[in-house]
């Protein structure tokens, strides 16, 4: 019998191992814009989140039999630039976040998110 080392297997069949029945989140952010001329304008935003919903001793997955951590907390910035033009205004858009290392019992360095199409 193979053993699965995805993370679709963790949620079907390992959730109902975690050593806590609820989980606790935060969630923090500020955003900001400046007028920098009439027709130009910077808009920056950041935000910080973690949800810790326990642990799984013995967890299998990911081809293991350690303590996987149930958590996840992390980062991000964004940043916005227009210009206005006299035919439309034109802007740039760019953010950043921490990605996750390579071990998967550690908890995720990536900002929490509902389940969305689209976190950030």
Not at 8 to 30: C, E, I, M, T
Not at 73 to 82: F, K, Q, T
Not at 85 to 95: E, K
Not at 96 to 114: K, M
Request: one cysteine or more.
């Amino acid at each position: 019998m193979a053993v699965s080392c995805y993370y679709a297997d963790f949620q079907s069949n390992y959730v109902k191992g975690l050593d806590r029945p609820w989980g606790d989140g935060f969630w923090a952010g500020l955003c900001a814009e400046f007028f920098v001329t009439d027709s130009f304008k910077i808009g920056i935003e950041g935000a910080y989140g973690s949800v810790d919903m326990g642990k799984v001793k013995h967890y299998k997955g990911f081809c293991g039999d350690r303590t996987f951590q149930a958590r996840r907390s992390g980062w991000y910035i964004g940043g916005r630039a227009d210009w206005k033009l006299d035919w439309g205004t034109p802007g740039l858009i760019a953010w950043h976040g921490p990605g996750d290392d390579s071990n998967p019992y550690n908890g995720s360095e990536r900002l929490s998110s509902f389940n969305t199409p689209w976190g950030g």
